[in-house]
């Protein structure tokens, strides 16, 4: 070849880099309040990746733009313009339109130096996300009291308004881009979701497009009783992430309360398994003087994956627990039967549409797979008295007494079998696999006695490396 | 996200919510081809029938309109199509809590469309969907999308039946297709429509060769409801030929008429008759028989085996006898392959999958005996209706399936089928290759048996994993090659359609058909494996 030829050649092979280097390329499509997978039509999206814009912007008015700077977002065969909230050059926040019918959509990415491969995105029926202060869907929930202001703390019959995002569709029904009405009638949703506080049903006198907003969810719900601080949405059988609704109002039942709490399993020895349901084994400890002028009271040591709550009657000096304990067949890698369908991360291939990961058939992890270490620490997590079908965890119920006026305690020594609480955390799919690629996390555990945190842990997790 | 106070004060509102929901829309589809948003065609045509899918859509029990001028409320249901600053009414043709069917008027803007079903005031969430000049569908007898088309042989003005497998056409003769999507009218779309030739590129496909079209446009009976008559193109037989109509380059669902060249009865590829085929469609069952001859290479890439060309050989026969309704013979026979020099598409299905119930075995006797070439060897029955024998294995040569002619019979036969004889030649082998090019794919073959058949298939890669469209196509081993016409590749997923995202591959069996006594039909056949 002569020069000329190899010129032309180092040429041409630079352009395709340049070309190829300029493309916007989207790694993962993830509910914008929660950063969780799974979002339904309607639902505030954050785009990741690369080169999604080249400057950074944001829609200043109502309804939003469905171009922003030279950045556009087509979702599905029709290539539905999705509205834009904000747009950066790693991140785009978007709705996913209501409008694009289909189970799985493609989101592409368009900008003035060209069109993003094509993403997969499934869609689920419901994917509820809520806002938190920190923005990043962890931490305190975004929550104002019923006059718009800072609630300051959460009481039973309080009650609060919460944010959230990916509920579905509405009745009447918001456009994209269109913020819910403001006035009647306003855009309730379709199905109503259920909301948890502090580990109980809270009411919910309102649930619909926050007027003003596009994408955006009111809730007005009153909470009934408050034995931790956590706070999450179900629909449709989707639940939210779990946050913080802040600090609670204290009761004023005890004393010198104090307590541990610690994670089991997995150690920071452990490493994780190459499947999703991680176990999560805790134990705590506790210790309080009852006052005299004492009503009931709960003791709530809690995580993401399992708690152990108990309920305290100093009149008639006596105790119920409710210990969450994983299910039997669980324990044996069968989860067939539960609502947790594992995922071998094992399987996991990455393809330019995304990270693929194929379920273990029938639902069962197969023994060979259950690292002993997890097998081991599962003996010494108590039996369920109250199975319950088709769940991954059952209920260890316990009911004692005590001598009025003394000091409540749980410990290895008094009351045990309330101390030790065992579930299973879903992790999800990673959005990007690299090569060896160890994914890590962390999930808390809090221990509350009688409204008060008395401690909480950060127990750090990692997976196999795949 | 930010987000801010809002200034309204909703606390004081108390919830107010209906009985029921709202309507939701699930797919926005031809009422003639049902196909699914991702397909090719799965675009609305102007003046067409569209059916809508979802929940709360109308009322429990179905409403029909019952005349003309067809209304745009029925049964509380109402459909209104918005595009860009354009809001047309649908003509309402029925409405259910599940399902409702509407005509897309003329004037409708080609474009993306939103669409809002509203029921007893309640509005649904918009679902879009294409709005296109022309977007042809099909209608079927399953009134699925496909299988057998709803056609008619023309033999006179009063005697039109509807063609089926007892009923085939013959070429030359004028067939009338139904469907829906040809595109838009010049008159009114919610009376009876005035039967007027539409000025279109249209072709109508059939076994394979362009039909000579007479007309095409809406029926006289039915608003939104077109008529193609053709003429059935000499050359063309079968139970299963392959039906498209193609306006520009939209494609519809494939469907199939039945053609037979003498008679009234078709009979299928395998040889099977049409009147068994419509007693099997009508709920009966018969009896059948089938005898295979195999041979492969015991090349297993999961236990380590990663070149074919050092694995031994295996050779086996296997039988079985059973007395079948459709949905089991479907699992035995591929009743549906198109007729030879077509193809079919099949679009994916929303019915799921159903395991068919089970079959009743036959007793063809202890033994069958093979003799070939190489002496004879025996099946024996090792379950009920089913017979096997191991011929060799990990042998590096061919110990028994030589080419050559094959006798298979019972001997005195069983309580079940009675005594038969069938042979059999077993061919040189068959080679296939795929040739791609610029102009589309082609398939050349050799060996094979010169009076079967050779199969190609293949589906639309799912390089997005959206709707996946297969097909399969026929052609006689005598032929030596076989060209997939643009059609398919016009109906396969759009990522599919520049050939590069297709899977091809084509096969081809020796067989020959037999009767015994308590056997409706009998099957022997060869087929190997061996590249």
Same mark, same amino acid.
């Given at each position: ?26 790694? %993962? ?172 049903? %809270? ?59 610690? %994670? ?203 | ?187 009114? *779309? ?116 990663? *070149? ?224």
């Amino acid at each position: 070849m002569s020069s000329e030829g190899h010129a032309a050649t180092l040429v041409a092979l630079f352009s395709w880099a340049v070309a190829a280097s300029a493309q916007p390329t989207v790694t %993962a499509v993830v509910n914008g309040a929660s950063f969780q997978s799974g979002v339904p039509r309607g639902c505030i999206v954050s785009i990741f990746g690369s080169r999604l814009a080249q400057s950074t912007t944001s829609a200043n008015a109502l309804p939003l733009p469905k171009k922003l700077a030279d950045t556009v977002v087509r979702v599905g065969d029709l290539e539905i313009e999705a509205p834009l909230y904000f747009i950066s050059p790693g991140q785009i926040n978007a709705q996913l339109p209501f409008e694009a019918l289909g189970s799985t959509l493609t989101l592409v990415v368009t900008t003035a130096e060209g069109k993003s491969k094509p993403f997969l995105l499934p869609v689920a029926d419901s994917g509820p996300g809520i806002f938190t202060v920190s923005g990043d869907g962890k931490g305190q929930a975004r929550v104002l009291g019923a006059d718009f202001q800072p609630i300051g703390v959460a009481a039973p019959g309080r009650p609060m308004i919460l944010y959230a995002t990916g509920l579905g569709p509405t009745d009447p029904p918001a456009l994209s881009g269109t913020p819910g009405v403001n006035g009647e009638p306003l855009n309730r949703v379709v199905n109503p979701p259920d909301v948890f506080i502090g580990e109980s049903p %809270a009411r919910v006198d309102f649930a619909g497009l926050a007027p003003g907003f596009a994408g955006v969810y009111q809730l007005n719900v009153v909470p009934l009783q408050l034995f931790s601080d956590r706070l999450f949405i179900r629909s449709q059988g989707s639940t939210s992430n779990i946050v913080s609704v802040g600090s609670l109002a204290a009761g004023r039942n005890v004393s010198n309360a104090s307590g541990t709490i610690q %994670a089991i399993y997995p150690a920071a020895t452990d490493v994780g398994p190459g499947y999703s349901p991680l176990l999560l084994v805790a134990k705590f400890t506790a210790r309080m003087d009852i006052l005299p002028s004492a009503g009931p009271f709960v003791i709530a040591a809690i995580s993401d994956a399992a708690s152990s709550i108990i309920t305290v009657d100093p009149a008639s000096g006596t105790f119920e627990g409710t210990v969450t304990v994983p299910s039997v067949p669980p324990r044996f890698g069968d989860f067939s039967r539960s609502e947790i369908r594992p995922i071998d991360f094992l399987s996991c291939h990455q393809e330019p549409s995304g990270v693929v990961c194929f379920p273990f058939p029938g639902g069962i992890i197969p023994a060979s797979r259950i690292s002993p270490s997890e097998l081991r620490v599962l003996t010494t997590v108590p039996l369920p008295n109250t199975p319950a079908a088709n769940s991954s965890t059952s209920q260890l119920k316990v009911q004692g007494s005590f001598r009025p006026g003394s000091t409540f305690v749980i410990d290895e020594q008094s009351n045990s079998s309330l101390s030790i609480f065992a579930g299973y955390l879903v992790l999800p799919v990673p959005p990007v696999l690299a090569a060896q690629q160890q994914s890590r996390g962390s999930t808390t555990l809090k221990l509350f006695i009688d409204g008060n945190l008395v401690t909480s842990n950060d127990v750090p997790y990692r997976l196999l490396p795949f | 996200m930010k987000v801010t106070r809002k200034l309204i004060g909703l606390w004081a509102i108390v919830l107010g919510q209906a009985n029921s929901a709202p309507p939701q829309i699930g797919a926005i589809v031809n009422a003639a081809s049902y196909a699914l948003p991702g397909q090719s065609n799965s675009g609305i045509a102007q003046g067409s029938i569209f059916v809508v899918f979802g929940t709360e859509l109308g009322p429990a029990e179905l409403q029909q309109a019952s005349g003309f001028p067809l209304p745009t409320t029925l049964g509380g249901t109402s459909m209104r199509v918005r595009i860009d600053a354009t809001t047309v009414d649908a003509f309402m043709i029925y409405s259910s809590a599940t399902q409702a069917a509407a005509i897309l008027p003329s004037n409708t803007p080609v474009g993306i469309g939103l669409l809002e079903v509203t029921y007893r005031g309640r509005a649904s969430q918009s679902g879009a969907f294409r709005i296109q000049r022309s977007g042809p569908g099909i209608l079927t007898q399953n009134q699925t999308g496909n299988g057998p088309a709803l056609a008619q042989n023309f033999n006179s003005e009063t005697d039109q039946p509807r063609n089926g497998f007892t009923r085939a056409a013959h070429p030359g003769q004028l067939i009338t297709l139904w469907g829906t999507g040809l595109g838009a009218i010049t008159g009114n *779309d919610s009376v009876a429509p005035v039967p007027r030739d539409l000025n279109l590129n249209l072709k109508v496909l059939v076994g394979g060769k362009l039909a000579a079209v007479r007309y095409k446009g809406r029926s006289g009976c039915c608003a939104g409801v077109d008529q193609i008559t053709f003429e059935m193109p000499r050359g063309v037989e079968g139970c299963y030929v392959p039906v498209a109509v193609r306006v520009d380059d939209m494609v519809s669902n494939f469907a199939t008429i039945a053609v037979a060249g003498a008679g009234n009865v078709c009979t299928n590829l395998e040889g099977i008759s049409g009147a068994d085929l419509e007693k099997l469609q009508g709920g009966g069952n018969i009896s059948y028989g089938s005898m295979f001859l195999y041979l492969g290479l015991d090349c297993d890439y999961y236990y380590g085996c990663t *070149d074919p060309r050092t694995a031994p050989y295996l050779e086996s026969g296997s039988a079985s006898f059973f007395r079948y309704g459709l949905q089991q013979l479907s699992f035995q026979l591929r009743l549906g392959l198109p007729s030879p020099g077509s193809c079919i598409i099949y679009a994916p299905s929303q019915v799921p999958f159903a395991v068919p119930p089970p079959s009743l075995p036959l007793n063809a006797g202890p033994v069958l005996n093979v003799s070939g070439p190489k002496g004879a060897r025996q099946l024996t029955l090792n379950s009920p209706g089913n017979y096997f024998q191991q011929f060799s294995t990990g042998a590096t040569q061919v110990q028994f399936l030589e080419p050559g002619n094959y006798v298979v019979d019972n001997g005195p036969g069983g309580v079940d089928v009675g005594p038969f004889r069938a042979a059999l030649s077993i061919p040189k082998p068959f080679t296939a290759t795929v040739q791609r090019s610029t102009a589309g794919v082609k398939v050349v073959w050799s060996g094979g048996d010169s009076s079967s058949f050779v199969t190609v298939q293949g589906a639309g890669v799912p390089v997005l994993n959206r709707v996946s469209a297969s097909f399969v196509c026929t052609e006689r081993v005598a032929a030596g090659q076989f060209t997939i016409p643009e059609e398919v590749f016009l109906s396969l997923p759009p990522d599919s359609v520049d050939h590069s995202g297709v899977m091809v591959s084509a096969t081809s069996a020796a067989a020959t058909l037999f009767r015994a006594p308590g056997l409706d039909i009998g099957k022997f056949s060869y087929v190997s494996s061996v590249p």
